[in-house]
């Protein structure tokens, strides 16, 4: 069974402009959340979607968005790119939300802002 | 207001000995889940272990044990038999209930692994 996918692996944009991440859950899985890793906060949640609706929303400004289709790929957006958004963006597939079902992660898209 | 500590920044181990990664947790709440994540360079987190709150065995799966001392509120991993391919950073992390599939995360335990 194929993992969590994520594109771009890489990605190098300038401030001001925008972004757009895409994540693949692992077949069957219908929860997506995003995180954001940084050296300096570690890791933070961003959201979570399940079954195209978003569940929960960490403290990021509303720059910061996110959507999910109904196959259950889902995208992250970023607009108005500044610096401090460098980060390894991290995108995790569960069966469903709840404390018991573990999250499976892709292997992140590293966005670098200039 | 839930907090994960993890207090050790950086580990040092031998090969095939064992190690063991601390984490500490603050909440009330009574219902959680309680997993470790390996990442390696790469970046990608690979799922270890869980614990469940209410799980009265500690979890085990494989080389990978899970020390739960609920009235601590500790929750550390035992890693046995140290292979090189352990070297990475090992991140302690908690779910809840009421907030679906949001993880707290702690600040992260960097091992390397010692010929």
């Known amino acids: 069974k194929a993992g969590v996918t994520q594109t771009p692996r890489y990605l190098i944009k300038t401030r001001g402009q925008q972004v757009t991440l895409s994540c693949s859950p692992i077949?069957?899985?219908?929860?997506v959340s995003w995180y954001q890793q940084t050296p300096g906060q570690g890791l933070q949640f961003l959201f979570e979607?399940?079954?195209?609706?978003?569940?929960n929303k960490g403290n990021f400004p509303g720059r910061f968005s996110g959507r999910q289709f109904s196959n259950s790929r889902s995208e992250m957006n970023v607009s108005t790119l500044e610096l401090g958004d460098s980060a390894l963006y991290l995108c995790?597939?569960?069966?469903?939300?709840?404390?018991?079902?573990?999250?499976?992660f892709g292997p992140g898209t590293r966005l670098t802002v200039t | 207001a839930q907090k994960i500590t993890q207090t050790q920044p950086g580990m040092f181990v031998q090969e095939k000995e064992a190690v063991t990664l601390d984490c500490t947790y603050d909440?009330?709440?009574?219902?959680?889940?309680l997993f470790w994540y390996k990442q390696p360079s790469s970046g990608e987190m690979i799922f270890l272990i869980y614990q469940g709150s209410y799980d009265e065995q500690n979890a085990t799966e494989g080389r990978y044990s899970l020390n739960f001392q609920k009235a601590r509120k500790s929750a550390n991993l035992v890693i046995s038999a140290s292979q090189l391919g352990d070297s990475a950073m090992y991140f302690c992390a908690m779910r809840f209930s009421n907030t679906g599939n949001q993880f707290y995360f702690g600040t992260g335990t960097s091992l390397t692994v010692i010929p």
């Open positions: 909440t009330s709440d009574q219902s959680y889940g």
């Open positions: 979607y399940f079954s195209e609706t978003q569940r």
């Open positions: 077949s069957g899985h219908r929860s």
């Open positions: 995790a597939s569960s069966l469903w939300p709840g404390s018991s079902y573990e999250q499976y």
